[in-house]
């Protein structure tokens, strides 16, 4: 996943709480109600990069990019210098590493200037629980007060930042900044993260394995019937993904059970010498069929799976 860290002072907390090496903010606003621009900081996972956009009197600017240390988290520890939070009590807080500044900043300005029209399609067309780091706002685009850390889906990145920005200097894409390696990685990331968390809705957060009661989140996975790889088409089709606990998720990948074209499990026998303990656990449920999300599984890709998983 990949999100914005949109802030306005330098300070951003005092020491410990520098700019660059975290994200943070209040848990409750001074309304006491929760804001889903500082709730975002506590879905942060480890890995996540976070793209510093940045407020100076010459404009608003992205100025460079990191790293989640680890998953966001809620800290009871204050900053040396909370500003105008001095009197909460209770933070998210995220760690970031490897902040690297950007050569040159990229404009705010420039970028919603180039981009109007898809912006404001994105913008149409997102889900209302997509809390997104503009708004539109007397017919013109602008930065949403107070979208301190918001998501950026594949599909935005892709906009604001696939295309030659042209700044008023010079011509540029984000990818001369970021070394091309990393930011193919970066979005392949941004891409399994999204059909995770699609997939898992589809099947409203339990794992499908037949009698399995796996409902909490984080030992849900949102599992390739088909590999990543394998399957450039199939990549962000949901039909091609089942949302499995860790260990079926894992057991599915080693190629110790198979689901048939009319969602059965059936055991792969050849490989229980090696797994034995865990072939005990698995097999009662042979025969079993799995729990069916919205949108079923792809029989084409359940096949595929099963081909190469008896090689
Ligand atoms: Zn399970």
Not at 5 to 26: I, K, L, M, N, Q
Not at 182 to 189: C, G, I
Not at 195 to 222: H, Q, T, W
Request: charged share 25%.
């Amino acid at each position: 996943m990949m999100w914005i860290e949109y802030s306005r002072d330098r300070v951003h907390g005092g020491p410990g709480w520098e700019f660059g090496t975290c994200a943070w903010a209040p848990t409750i606003n001074r309304a006491n109600r929760r804001w889903p621009y500082w709730i975002s900081i506590g879905d942060v996972e480890r890995g996540d990069m976070i793209l510093h956009l940045q407020e100076s009197r010459e404009g608003t600017f992205f100025v460079g990019i990191s790293e989640a240390t680890d998953d966001g988290y809620i800290t009871q520890s204050k900053p040396p210098y909370p500003g105008e939070w001095d009197d909460f009590s209770e933070f998210y807080r995220v760690d970031l590493k490897n902040f690297q500044p950007f050569q040159e900043s990229i404009g705010l300005r420039d970028i919603f200037y180039i981009h109007d029209e898809l912006l404001r399609n994105y913008y149409s067309k997102k889900s209302k629980s997509e809390h997104v780091f503009y708004v539109i706002q007397n017919s013109k685009l602008q930065i949403l007060n107070g979208a301190y850390f918001s998501p950026i889906t594949l599909d935005l990145y892709n906009i604001l930042f696939e295309n030659n920005i042209i700044s008023r200097k010079t011509h540029f894409k984000l990818d001369k900044v970021i070394a091309g390696e990393k930011l193919s990685m970066v979005k392949q990331r941004i891409g399994h993260s999204e059909f995770s968390r699609k997939v898992k809705y589809n099947y409203n957060y339990k794992c499908c394995f037949p009698g399995c009661e796996i409902n909490d989140e984080r030992f849900l996975v949102g599992s390739h019937i088909e590999r990543w790889a394998d399957n450039v088409k199939k990549r962000g089709d949901i039909s091609n993904g089942l949302c499995l606990c860790v260990f079926h998720d894992k057991a599915l990948e080693r190629g110790l059970y198979y689901i048939t074209g009319n969602y059965k499990i059936k055991i792969i026998e050849s490989k229980s010498y090696t797994y034995s303990n865990v072939y005990k656990i698995l097999k009662p449920y042979e025969n079993k069929t799995i729990r069916k999300g919205r949108v079923l599984p792809s029989v084409e890709s359940l096949n595929r799976h099963y081909q190469r998983s008896i090689k």
